[in-house]
């Protein structure tokens, strides 16, 4: 063993030292499918040499040799190799390199060396000319965009496709280039869209790029929605106006709303916001008919109407020796209604034609209607508020009144004092004493012959009773004025 090694040593010793180097440079760092790889390679030896230079290809787990050629070398002096174009190809794809050795004519190995490390890639390189786009909908956009390849040689001819939602583009590549006319649907959404862009060639060399695109929504309709369309005055109505664009999508900006009464009149008008409710609540006393809303935006408006029903209703009720007559519907209440007044012997109807405007209320003054007195304040109902058939003032008994009348009562055991004119006043005493005197026990039935005289003294007492101050009133103001005349 030991004389194997000293032999080897030897021969080490023996044979002289040489020197090679050798230089392969690729011309790009990266290539796409189908371009052509020049390499450059030299090389330098320290004596005269003849022998073979060879180039290996190596991508990955994929070797290509290539090129051999034999080669003819001065000392010290370097020589280039002259290599031909390699055509890149899909079984390179990644990372590669070349390999240059030189070997003697028996193949045996002087020197190796490899190149820089390069790509080999299928993309290229697309370039949107504006990667941004603002537009309305049916309006045309250009599609513009540089295609290079990897290295950032313009590719000289490919096809490009524009893909927008589910629509579908194609333009020619010409000299890096292309340029498309693109007119957006009419019905398009208003949103920000992607416009990808996709290359290839003819080599299968792909690229993609993207556009963003900001539709903007153009206003196209208002849908106004209403709670109901038939109400009752006081009650709740839910509005809900809302904008919508040109693809039924919701546009979140204000509107204007309006409700305009049957005669045209304004009731309000507001800014809502798109898509939000509205509670309103009609007046009690809104006037019957058919009420408009109304919803604009610009040039766009949209309409509901909503039926306010009739309502003829009154409210009763006693006080201070009155009776208030409130009208709650929102119609005018035009009608008779009698009121009856219970005393202890006798029943009072007052009947009054009643006018009264909605939200206003009439006061019926009760002592200026009766005989002082405790009575019990009696309102008579009917059905839809017909007119009780009765006189003013007439006094009837109880047997008198009408079965059919129902009664609801008011006031019970309340004072009235008697307010009522002279003449009413007269009537009344009239009505009481001629019962008293005319009737069939009365006196002047007894005695016929002083009928006169009974007569003539009542009614100096009634005149007494009732005319003595308007009488001397009246004697006063003629001697007053005969008074002035002397001065």
Known sequence: MKKICLLFLILFLIIPFV?????????????????????????????????????????????????LTPISLEANFRTAVNVPELTVTPQMLGNCTIIGDLTT??????????????????????????????????????????????????????????????????????????????????????????????????????GKGMIKLEVIPVPNYIKLELSATLLNPGSR??????????AD?????????????????????????SSDPLEYELS?????????????????????TVDI????????????????????????????????LQGELKKYLITKKIEIEPGKFLSIDLSKEVPLGIYDVISPLKEGLEPVKNVLGEVVDSLQLSQTVDESLLASDVTIHDNRPLYKRVGTTLSSLSGSIVGAN??????????????????????????????MNLFKRKKDDEDKKEN
């Open 237 to 246: 109505i839910q509005i809900v106006s809302s904008l919508f664009d040109q």
């Open 249 to 273: 999508d919701l546009i979140n900006v204000s509107l204007d709303l309006e409700l305009i009464a049957p005669k045209e009149e304004k009731v309000f008008r507001k800014t809502i916001y």
């Open 284 to 304: 009690q006393y809104a006037q019957p008919g058919t009420y408009m809303f109304k919803s604009t935006y610009k040039n766009l408006a949209a309409q509901a």
């Open 309 to 340: 029903a009739s309502i003829r209703e009154v409210k009763i009720k006693y006080q201070n020796e009155s009776v208030l007559v409130e009208n709650i519907g929102n119609i005018p209440f035009i009608d008779e209604m009698t009121f009856i």
């Open 442 to 471: 009365g006196i002047l039935a007894k005695n016929p012959f002083i009928a006169p005289i009974v007569l003539l003294v009542i009614l100096l007492l009634i005149v007494f009773r009732y005319g003595r101050k308007p009488i």
């Open 19 to 67: 020197l090679a180097d050798i230089t392969i440079k690729s011309d790009q760092h990266i290539y796409n499918l189908g371009n052509k790889i020049r390499p450059s390679a030299s090389v330098l030896y320290d004596k005269n040499f003849e022998g073979f230079f060879k180039m290996t290809l190596v991508c990955g787990n994929y070797k290509l040799p290539y090129f």
């Open 105 to 206: 004519d028996e193949s045996l190995l002087i020197e190796t060396q490899q190149s820089n490390s390069f790509e080999v890639t299928d993309q290229l390189i697309v370039l949107p000319i504006n990667s941004k786009i603002s537009a309305l909908p049916s309006e045309q956009i250009q599609i513009s965009a540089v295609v290079n390849e990897a290295f950032g040689n313009n590719v000289i001819k490919a096809s490009a496709t524009a893909q927008l939602d589910n629509s579908s583009y194609s333009v020619d590549v010409i000299d890096g280039k292309f340029n498309l006319t693109l007119e957006l649907p009419r019905n398009i959404k208003s949103a920000t869209h992607i416009v990808e862009l996709s290359v290839i060639d003819s080599k299968i060399n792909t």
